[in-house]
């Protein structure tokens, strides 16, 4: 039987059939990722194919379908394994504060650097609108200037004040969309602003100043009734980025992408070649300061910092 995996607590996952029915379900066998080793081997968006066992409603997983496309990190801990976030995804959207908890412009460009390493069109939900000073007011308009002229679509929302979410709404319908961000963003309550049925567990105000607490602690789909899906997960700390050549990191930035046929040198890394057309766009501050620190942060490796 074919399903759709809705949920993930890392052992468990629930699948659900194409006739509408919901499975507890485990995993047999071997299950691989390319060559990477993945701490979990199944994730939510996932299709497989499930045995039913002898109790009611619950049914192991005995093969996966082959994937579109995925969202993966590098573990904290553990270098060498990867976790995927989600799998067959239409988009995925990060949550990003500017205060409380504070989201870094490395972590916005490591997080749009997978996705496009992914394939998989990203943009940003820019929340708790209602606790911006006017001074943030005016940093957040610089990010979305800066992040829509690369091509990002970007949203700027209340979710506790249910402000901008019909924007939001629109953008989801007829799409499976992954919600990612650190922990306390918003990420559930905002889902909950999108569909008041989903009743999503959300922080206290007491949680987020501790960025090691987590509220959503498993991964789980939940369907839209206009049509696609939105993708609850936990919050993330750090974003590990693996499996991206240094050589093909510039065609994770777009408007890097666009200039770099224009370098001197076809095999130019634009870190100190003559002739780069991207150090030049630096220069002339058509490629921004920050988006090009970021590429020279994943460039050396220093790709796990928050
Ligand atoms: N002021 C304000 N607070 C918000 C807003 N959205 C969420 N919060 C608060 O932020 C805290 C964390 O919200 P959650 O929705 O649990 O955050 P999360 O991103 O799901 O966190 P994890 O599940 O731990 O990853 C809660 O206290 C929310 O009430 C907002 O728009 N404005
Ligand atoms: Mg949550
Ligand atoms: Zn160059």
């Given at each position: 039987?074919?399903?759709?995996v809705?949920k993930s607590?890392?052992?468990?996952?629930?699948?659900l059939?194409?006739e509408?029915?919901a499975?507890?379900?485990r995993?047999?066998?071997k299950?691989?990722?390319?060559?990477?080793?993945?701490?979990n081997p199944v994730?939510?968006g996932d299709w497989?194919e499930i045995e039913p066992?002898n109790?009611?409603?619950v049914?192991?997983?005995?093969?996966l379908h082959?994937r579109?496309?995925?969202?993966i990190?590098?573990?904290?801990?553990?270098s060498k394994?990867?976790?995927?976030?989600?799998?067959?995804?239409d988009?995925a959207f990060l949550v990003v504060t500017l205060?409380?908890?504070?989201?870094?412009?490395?972590?916005?460009?490591?997080?749009?650097?997978?996705a496009?390493a992914?394939?998989?069109p990203?943009?940003l939900?820019?929340?708790k609108?209602?606790?911006?000073s006017?001074?943030?007011?005016e940093i957040?308009?610089?990010?979305?200037l800066?992040?829509?002229?690369?091509g990002y679509?970007c949203?700027e929302?209340?979710?506790?004040?249910?402000?901008?979410?019909?924007?939001?709404s629109?953008?989801l319908?007829?799409?499976v969309?992954?919600?990612s961000?650190h922990?306390?963003?918003g990420k559930?309550?905002?889902i909950?602003?999108?569909?008041?049925r989903a009743?999503?567990?959300?922080g206290?105000i007491?949680?987020?100043s501790?960025?090691g607490?987590?509220t959503?602690t498993f991964?789980?789909m939940?369907?839209?009734?206009?049509?696609?899906?939105?993708?609850d997960?936990?919050?993330?700390?750090e974003?590990?980025?693996?499996d991206?050549e240094?050589?093909?990191?510039?065609h994770?930035f777009p408007?890097?992408r666009?200039r770099?046929?224009?370098?001197r040198f076809?095999?130019c890394r634009?870190?100190?070649?003559?002739g780069?057309a991207v150090?030049?766009?630096?220069?002339?501050g058509?490629?921004?300061?920050s988006?090009?620190d970021s590429?020279?942060?994943?460039?050396?490796?220093?790709?796990t910092?928050?």
């Amino acid at each position: 039987m074919k399903g759709l995996v809705t949920k993930s607590t890392g052992s468990w996952y629930q699948v659900l059939t194409d006739e509408g029915k919901a499975y507890d379900c485990r995993i047999k066998g071997k299950f691989r990722t390319k060559d990477i080793q993945t701490t979990n081997p199944v994730a939510v968006g996932d299709w497989v194919e499930i045995e039913p066992e002898n109790e009611p409603n619950v049914a192991v997983i005995t093969l996966l379908h082959e994937r579109k496309n995925y969202i993966i990190r590098k573990s904290v801990n553990l270098s060498k394994q990867a976790q995927i976030l989600a799998a067959n995804l239409d988009q995925a959207f990060l949550v990003v504060t500017l205060a409380s908890p504070y989201t870094s412009l490395g972590f916005i460009d490591r997080f749009l650097v997978t996705a496009e390493a992914y394939d998989v069109p990203a943009g940003l939900i820019f929340n708790k609108l209602d606790l911006f000073s006017d001074e943030g007011l005016e940093i957040l308009q610089d990010y979305r200037l800066l992040y829509e002229s690369i091509g990002y679509p970007c949203f700027e929302v209340s979710a506790l004040r249910k402000t901008g979410i019909e924007a939001v709404s629109a953008q989801l319908k007829d799409k499976v969309t992954l919600i990612s961000g650190h922990s306390g963003v918003g990420k559930s309550t905002l889902i909950n602003a999108i569909v008041p049925r989903a009743d999503l567990r959300t922080g206290t105000i007491s949680d987020w100043s501790d960025k090691g607490k987590h509220t959503t602690t498993f991964a789980e789909m939940i369907g839209l009734t206009y049509g696609g899906s939105i993708i609850d997960t936990p919050g993330i700390r750090e974003l590990g980025i693996i499996d991206i050549e240094q050589q093909e990191l510039g065609h994770y930035f777009p408007e890097m992408r666009e200039r770099m046929h224009n370098c001197r040198f076809s095999n130019c890394r634009h870190i100190n070649e003559p002739g780069c057309a991207v150090l030049e766009a630096v220069e002339d501050g058509d490629i921004s300061a920050s988006r090009y620190d970021s590429y020279l942060s994943i460039y050396h490796g220093n790709d796990t910092r928050s």
